[in-house]
Every structure is written in C-alpha cells, then in structure tokens.
C-alpha cells in the first residue's frame, strides 16, 4: 500500500493475515468449549472453582487490564508526552498491585468472599454494598459497549468492515466463551491474549528502533523535533504528563495522585482485577498473582511508550500533527500512534499478527467487564436481594443468561455510543471515579475496627460526589488543570473526603460488633489466618510474597533511575 | 452468605499445549512468508528486516519452549477425598507451577 490521503489508515490486509487472525478465534471458541467441562457449579463458572495457577492469575491479572484502550492511550502518552508515560506503570501500577498482593489479598482471599462488593457487604452491610455492587455493575456493561464500540471503529477503520458487522461479531465471539466456559474461558483467553499482544509490540519496537538508529537516534530526533525536548526525554518531574508547571507539585501530584490513589484505588478494589486472583488455588497463589503479573507490567511499558515516541518522529503525519501543537479538527490524533506504526512498518504476516493482537486485546477487555458483571450481578444483587436461597445451579443458570443479557446491553451500549461518543468518553472518566473513594473506605475498613457501616455507605457517595464535582469544575472552566491533571487532582480530593467524613459520621454512628468483624478487620483476625501455607508447591524462597514484591519494586526503581 | 459446597475438581486441559499450538503455527506461517513470500516493499517498509522470519522463529522457539514445558513439568491432580476428584492427568487444570 502507498500512503493515499494523509487520513488513510487502512492496511492491506492478505489471504494470510486473516488466516493468523481466523486461527486466533478458533482456539479461543476452542477453549471456551474445553473449559465448559470444567463448569458444574456456580463457583466453577464465576471463580474457575478457585483452581488457577499463580502464573496464568498473574498473567490475566494484567492481560485484564492490557486491553485495548490501554495500548492505544498510552502508546498516544508515548507520542505526546514521552518518557513521562512510564509513571502510568512504575509509580502508578507496581507499588499498588504489590500492596495488594502483601497486604490485602491476605483478607480478600482469607474471608473467602467471591467478589469485592461482598467483602462490604460483610464489613459494612447493606448500604455500602448496594452502592457499590450497583455502580460497579453498571459501570462494567457499559464499559464492555465502549469497548465494543472502540474495537468496532477500529476495525473500519483497519479492516474496512461496516462498524455493526464488528460489533455483532466480536460480541458474538465474546459471548460464546465467556457464557460456555466462564471465567476459566476467560481467564485462559487473556493469558493468550498478552502473548499475542507482546507478539505484536515487541516486532514493532524492534523495527521502530532500527528505523530512527537506536535510542541514540530517536533521542537526536526527538531534540531537533521538539522545543521541550527534554521533557520528553526524562520521566521526573513529569510537568508535560501533569500540566502542573512547578517541579515539586508536580512531583506530588504524580506520586500522591496517579501513585498512591489512582492507582491503588484501580489496582486493590476494581474486581474486575481482583477477580483473577480470587480464582487462585490457594492463598500463596493469590497473593503472587500480582505479584507475578507486576513484573511482566513493569517490563510491558517498554514496548508501548517507546514505540509511541518513535511514532511520533517516524510517521510523517503525526510527526506534523504534533509540530502544529495537535491541532482540533485533525485527521490524525495522538489516539492513532499505534495503527500508523502497524500500517507503516509491518509487513504481511506480520500484520495478521498486528492485528491479531489488537482484535485480541479489545475482546479481553470486554470479556473482563462481561465476566465480573455477571459475577457481582448474580452473587451481589440476584442472590444477595432478590431471589436468595436457591440450590446452586439456579445461580449458575442465572449466571449464565445474565451473561447473554449483558453481551445484548453492551451491544446496545456500543451503537449508543457510535451516536454520542463524547458522552461515552466522559463516562468512563465517571467511572474511574468510583475506585479512589472505595480505597479510602476499606484502607480504613480494614485498619480501623470502629469504623461503622452507615460510614461505609455515606463515605463512598461523598467521595465520588467530590471526585465528580472537581471533574466539572475543571471541565467548565473554574480550575485550570490538564486532562491527566485533573483525574490526579480529583481521585486525590475524593479520597481525602471519603476519609473525613467516613471519620465524622463514624464518631456519631454505631460500630458493628467485633465479633462480626474477625477476617476482616487487622487488629481483630487471628494472624494465623492471613498465612499461607509454604510448603509443597508453595515452597522456595522465590514464591515468597515478599521476596516477589520487593524484587519488582527494585527492578521498578532501577528502571527509574535508568530513565531519570 | 452461605458457603457453597467445596470442588476439588481438577477439570481442565493444560493451557500450555494451546500456547504450545498457537505459536508453532504462527511461527510456521511466518517463518515460511519469511522465506518466501515477502516481497521487497514489506522489507523495506521493516527498515530493511525480515521481521516475518526473525519473528516466526523466535515464535517458533517461544512454541516448543511451551510444549517442553508442559511435557517436561505436566500437572499433578491432587488426590482429593472425594470420590470423582480423581481425573487423568491429561486433563487435569492449568498448568503446573512456575
């Protein structure tokens, strides 16, 4: 293909690449049929029968998580901002998915709860699950229709099929594995899913560097392209990612924000993670699970923000499209890093591979919101309020349909948003706020044995009511903040509110009684009970938690220090 | 919250064999395109690599690293005490530890 018009971003695609794509689908329908054998009751298909392996746990835990909005927004980080890009990985992800793993997954996996909305309701009551399971249920089928939709325009725009053939396709794939097998199908199609999607970054990368000459070359380039050169080039202070000119808040900003409640918030209580470590065998394994999966993250962003920097000097339209300070209006946005590189340099063969992973990442992701949606919807709202104490298989009925129910909503979701993407954009920015105040409320849940249940219901609607109005106080003009800025500043007021008022209002309720608070609250659950076994598959000093968590930590900083 | 009825089961193939296939065809396909069927424009395009053949046999590798794997280090049903917890070893769940 030569390069047409400067908006042509359709790739020529061969016989062979649609082979490589058309294998892909046949062995994730494959394993969704093989691991229906392994469904006989609702924890089987909501949990995978709590049965997994640390190592594929730790990779779906990421592979969720790697779907394709990630690569495409931080590869257009990788464009637009750089080096800083890496924050989003190595201050914002690895240390909280090492707290998890160290510290909260000893009461998640240890209550033996089967989803984050029960540990509230065990800890706090009603009223703080009800708010939660509801936000979270809503939030995840409607994030599965943005992704549908975001897959749908991609292939149309790649593929050149009509956008609902897409949507009808890929929801019909998603649909068939997740309702025959569960979260074991999706579980096994994620950790595939990461390969093929490392199959697809790292030719890219590797291409990408011999094309600018090395990291000496893009670093040349970079500097003659670009008036804040240097910006991009270092990861600290970071000012271009958090639009906060002065170094020290910027610094702040990126630690306290994006660290320490954006991302701990995402990584410790959205189940649509902590779901994969819940369906490990046994306690040591669900520890490890992001343990296991933090350092496969830690090394991933290597493959996505350099080959967004390379984009952004190899690629004649982005690179003019950055130079003229990304203009509105443009053909080309910083959202196309990735598919630019793939047109540009992969050849056939390689491109099915492209491809691949990218169909492949897009599936994930909504096959993670479908999976834990019908977990929280069947055990949380169906059970828990409206039909209880039915045998088991009623539920994993249940479960099941309301799989198909929520494929149809998400379908429905996806041609919505073709109508009204900003809106689609915005909530999902919504969403996002929900997880920094319900970090807040069970750091403290866990960690402060008073803490009563109307604070627990209360905190949470003040947090995410505080994280929205900052949201459009800056949207309409009244705080001047970057995107990215805004979302740090936000999740960091939401969490400050949740716990103020989750301390007042607890200083004024009545606190639950401590016999009903043991696996749940530190100060109350008998040590024991948080440990794991270490002995048979779970010995060796190298399936110790601790020892897995500060090795990445290390392997974290050092990366740190390299691109300082 | 009633505790459901705790399943040993072990009721699943091993992932690894499927990772094994995935990348053994994909790395023949592309090792052969590499060979022979990319033509000059798809190597330039690759600053002048054949990224199909140095990446199908690094996918090629990557497949028999699963298969030995999983042939090497197959996985171990747990004995459970219930009667049908016992399934062969070839279908048991996942994969062994890492």
């Known amino acids: ?564 | 919250m009633s505790e459901p009825v705790k399943k040993q089961r072990a009721g699943l193939f091993d992932l690894r064999y499927v990772l094994a296939l995935l990348f053994l065809v994909y790395g023949v396909v592309l090792t052969v395109m590499g060979l022979g069927f990319t033509s000059q424009a798809g190597l330039d395009k690759a600053a002048g690599i054949n990224i199909n053949l140095w990446g199908g046999v690094v996918m090629l590798l990557v497949g028999i690293a699963f298969a030995l794997w999983a042939r090497l280090r197959p996985i171990v049903v747990p004995v459970t005490t219930e009667g049908d917890g016992t399934e062969p070893a070839d279908d048991a769940t996942g994969a062994g530890e890492s």
């Not at chain 1, 995410?464 to 009244?478: C, H, I, Q």
């Open chain 1, 1 to 564: 293909m030569t390069v047409l018009a400067d908006a042509n971003l359709r790739l020529d695609a061969g016989p062979m690449d649609y082979v490589l794509l058309g294998f892909y689908f046949v062995l994730v329908l494959g394993i969704g049929a093989l691991a229906r054998r392994s469904v006989s009751s609702s924890l089987d298909f909501f949990l995978s029968g709590r049965s997994m392996p640390a190592w594929v746990t730790g990779l779906a835990f990421i592979s969720a998580n790697l779907g394709a909005v990630e690569i495409f927004g931080m590869t257009a980080n990788g464009a637009q901002y750089g080096v800083p890009t890496v924050h989003y990985y190595w201050i914002g992800a690895i240390p909280a998915m090492v707290f998890l793993g160290l510290v909260m997954m000893p009461f998640y996996y240890g209550s033996k709860v089967r989803s984050v909305p029960e540990f509230l309701l065990r800890r706090f009551g009603r009223f703080a699950h009800l708010v939660n399971s509801l936000s979270f249920a809503l939030a995840q089928v409607l994030i599965a229709g943005v992704n549908l939709f975001a897959l749908a325009t991609v292939i149309n725009l790649l593929l050149g099929w009509p956008t609902w053939v897409a949507i009808i396709v890929s929801a019909a794939i998603v649909l068939a594995y997740t309702t025959l097998g569960g979260l074991s199908a999706a579980i096994y199609n994620e950790v595939m899913q990461f390969f093929v999607i490392v199959a697809m970054l790292l030719p890219l990368t590797i291409v990408g560097m011999v094309k600018v000459g090395g990291w000496s070359g893009l670093v040349a380039k970079i500097t003659a392209a670009n008036s804040d050169a240097a910006a991009q080039l270092h990861s600290w202070p970071g000012s271009n990612l958090t639009g906060i000119a002065n170094p020290v808040l910027s610094v702040i900003g990126l630690v306290f924000g994006l660290g320490f409640v954006l991302s701990f918030g995402y990584w410790t209580t959205n189940f649509a993670e902590v779901q994969r470590a819940l369906s490990a065998k046994s306690m040591s394994a669900a520890r490890r699970t992001p343990l296991i999966g933090a350092y496969p993250k830690t090394l991933i962003v290597l493959l996505i923000f350099i080959p967004g920097m390379i984009a952004a000097v190899v690629s004649p339209e982005l690179a003019a499209y950055k130079a003229a300070g990304a203009p509105k209006g443009s053909a080309i946005t910083y959202n196309n890093t990735i598919e630019l590189l793939i047109r540009d340099l992969l050849p056939n063969g390689m491109l099915g591979i492209a491809i691949t992973g990218l169909v492949a990442a897009f599936m994930a992701g909504m096959a993670a919101s479908v999976s834990s949606f019908n977990t929280v919807f069947t055990y949380d709202l169906w059970q828990t309020y409206v039909v209880k104490n039915k045998p088991d298989d009623y539920y994993l009925r249940v479960g099941r349909l309301i799989t198909i129910v929520g494929c149809v909503i998400a379908i429905g979701t996806a041609f919505i948003a073709g109508q009204f993407g900003n809106i689609m954009d915005y909530l999902q920015t919504l969403f996002g706020f929900f997880n920094a105040p319900l970090f807040a409320t069970f750091l403290l849940g866990m960690f402060w044995k008073r803490m009563t249940p109307m604070a627990g219901g209360i905190g949470l609607i003040v947090g995410t009511a505080s994280a929205v109005t900052v949201d459009v106080l800056n949207r309409y003009g009244a705080l001047s903040l970057s995107n990215q800025g805004s979302a740090f500043v936000a999740a960091s007021v939401a969490f400050i509110m949740d716990i103020v008022i989750s301390v007042i209002v607890t200083l004024v309720t009545a606190p639950k009684p401590e016999s009903e608070l043991v696996g749940l609250v530190w100060s109350l659950t008998p040590r024991d009970s948080l440990k794991h076994s270490d002995t048979g598959e779970n010995a060796g000093w190298y399936r110790k938690p601790v020892v897995l968590g500060v090795g990445v930590l290390v392997l974290a900083a050092a990366l740190n220090i390299v691109f300082w």
